[in-house]
């Protein structure tokens, strides 16, 4: 098998063309099992079926925030931070920070980069 990342088409998994790359993603293998099953970079096998004509597949939605952002901006205003949020609700640190700001919430100075005395 080529090393992941590598261009090689020496091993392409069965797949003779570019073409039979597009009519598996079509099918819904995902650019992930291709690259996967290639050898090659998810990059790099994005960049192949584009370049190959593939109409890709639009980005999964985020999905509803389970807590509602009135109650994360309360919390956030109350004193918590963004990484206590994110850490208490189960969500990612960027996703927190991205929800107070659209709620347009001002963000607190980051302390994370202050280093302790």
Same mark, same amino acid.
């Given at each position: 098998?080529?090393?992941?990342?590598?261009?090689?088409?020496?091993?392409?998994?069965?797949f003779?063309?570019?073409?039979? @790359?597009?009519?598996? %993603?079509?099918? &819904?293998? !995902? *650019?992930?099992? =291709? +690259?996967?099953?290639? $050898? #090659?970079? /998810?990059?790099?096998?994005?960049?192949?079926?584009?370049?190959a004509?593939?109409?890709?597949?639009?980005?999964?939605?985020?999905?509803?925030?389970?807590?509602p952002?009135?109650? @994360?901006?309360?919390? %956030?205003?109350? &004193?918590? !931070? *963004?990484?206590? =949020? +994110?850490?208490?609700? $189960? #969500?990612? /640190?960027?996703?927190?920070?991205?929800?107070?700001?659209?709620?347009?919430?001002?963000?607190?100075?980051?302390?994370?980069?202050?280093?302790?005395?």
């Amino acid at each position: 098998m080529a090393e992941r990342g590598r261009h090689d088409d020496s091993e392409n998994a069965g797949f003779e063309r570019d073409s039979d @790359l597009v009519r598996a %993603y079509e099918r &819904g293998t !995902s *650019i992930g099992e =291709l +690259a996967e099953r290639t $050898g #090659l970079s /998810y990059t790099w096998m994005r960049r192949r079926l584009i370049n190959a004509g593939a109409e890709l597949r639009p980005r999964p939605v985020a999905k509803a925030c389970p807590v509602p952002i009135e109650q @994360l901006a309360d919390e %956030y205003r109350a &004193g918590a !931070s *963004i990484l206590q =949020l +994110a850490k208490t609700h $189960g #969500l990612y /640190y960027k996703r927190v920070r991205e929800l107070l700001l659209d709620h347009e919430v001002p963000l607190r100075p980051s302390t994370r980069a202050i280093p302790e005395t």
